[in-house]
């Protein structure tokens, strides 16, 4: 079974600064999908960026991007310029493209000092 | 922007109670997921519906736990009975049929069994 591993229950950054959350992922295909989700503490889960496997280029959406490393199986989130909006609970999940599960990690609270 | 409705927003209940939880998926949505969030934790995937079939529902406790999807539109997940460990987050959420873009979810329904 696919396995998504989110080592940093906690983490905190300065407004303004450039956090970065880690995560991995444990899975024998090809070809599949990873996302960050955000969930701030109105619990709606709010789709932050997705990264297909078959693309080398890491995926950027404004503040957030990802570092892919693919052979290391790692998908860590990058947020620069911080805000006080980002303040919430990251998740990593996996989705394969055999399959429709959409498979998620423990999670890491941000949280945002002014 | 259109939405997963879910309601209630919250429910408290006795335990041995039955308690159930209504999902309004995206209009052209196939794909209607049921997910539990225990508190600190990532969501699991209780179960998947296509249309109005079940494709998923390998963690589902099928003991206590029943979901359906009459007409393929809006589902309802019911425990019955509600167990003190039950307590917990219940996400909808639903996509295109094999959506690479991700998932979009309702709001949850936080359970509290007593």
């Known amino acids: 079974a696919q396995t998504v591993t989110q080592s940093q229950p906690e983490m905190s950054v300065q407004e303004a600064e450039t956090v970065t959350l880690s995560c991995t992922y444990d899975?024998?295909?090809?070809?599949?999908?990873l996302f960050w989700y955000k969930q701030p503490p109105s619990r709606q889960m709010i789709l932050v960026i997705r990264q297909e496997a078959y693309k080398q280029q890491n995926a950027t959406e404004n503040r957030f991007s990802v570092n892919f490393q693919k052979a290391a199986k790692s998908f860590s989130l990058k947020i620069s310029d911080s805000q006080l909006g980002d303040a919430a609970m990251y998740f990593c999940?996996?989705?394969?493209?055999?399959?429709?599960?959409?498979?998620f990690g423990e999670g890491t609270q941000l949280t945002v000092n002014p | 922007e259109a939405e997963v409705a879910q309601s209630p927003r919250y429910k408290i209940t006795e335990k041995s109670q039955a308690v159930a939880f209504w999902c309004d998926p995206i209009?052209?949505?196939?794909?209607l997921y049921w997910y539990r969030q225990i508190l600190g934790q990532g969501p699991e995937l209780l179960v998947q519906?296509?249309?109005?079939?079940?494709?998923?529902d390998s963690q589902l406790p099928k003991d206590r736990f029943s979901a359906e999807r009459l007409k393929g539109v809006d589902s309802t997940l019911k425990i019955q009975p509600a167990e003190l460990g039950d307590s917990a987050m219940y996400l909808c959420?639903?996509?295109?049929?094999?959506?690479?873009?991700?998932?979009?979810f309702g709001s949850g329904t936080r359970l509290t069994v007593v």
């Open positions: 999940a996996y989705w394969e493209t055999s399959g429709s599960r959409l498979t």
């Open positions: 209009s052209g949505h196939a794909t």
């Open positions: 519906f296509q249309d109005e079939s079940v494709v998923d």
């Open positions: 899975t024998s295909e090809s070809d599949y999908y």
């Open positions: 959420a639903s996509s295109r049929l094999r959506d690479r873009d991700g998932y979009t």
